[in-house]
Nanobody, 127 residues
Framework: VRLVESGGGLVQAGGSLRLSCAAS????????IGWFRQSPGKEREGVSC?????????EYADSVKGRFTISRDNANDTVYLQMNSLKPEDTAVYYC????????????????????WGQGTQVTVSS
């Protein structure tokens, strides 16, 4: 199981970026995939997830609702995070994480529920 993030960079406030999370060794359709972020001095926080539960739900943190969109490309085993209207407070290292779907378990945006993690990609939003 391997996850590799890409697409980070430097963007001005109000701009957009699309992050990619490429999976290998498994099908993203069979896994809960979450996006998380961590900025210096802060705890890692959940941003969005897809297949968050057996109901195949998606979720967003309140801070990104209406601005970020998560999507999945099963053919390429890639999950995307489209980030629009970026703000300086979105600056962080962004990680994707995965957990195999199982029964009625709920993964949501809790970091401790995801065993597999990528190396992260830096997003910097200038004011």
């Amino acid at each position: 199981v391997r996850l590799v993030e890409s697409g980070g960079g430097l963007v001005q406030a109000g701009g957009s970026l699309r992050l990619s999370c490429a999976a290998s060794g498994f099908s993203v359709d069979d896994y809960a995939i979450g996006w998380f972020r961590q900025s210096p001095g802060k705890e890692r926080e959940g941003v969005s997830c897809i297949n968050c539960s057996s109901a195949r739900s998606t979720e967003y943190a309140d801070s990104v609702k209406g601005r970020f969109t998560i999507s999945r490309d099963n053919a390429n085993d890639t999950v995307y995070l489209q980030m629009n209207s970026l703000k300086p407070e979105d600056t962080a290292v962004y990680y994707c994480a995965g957990a195999q779907l199982s029964g009625d378990y709920y993964w949501g945006l809790q970091t401790e529920r995801y065993p597999y993690w990528g190396q992260g990609t830096q997003v910097t939003v200038s004011s």
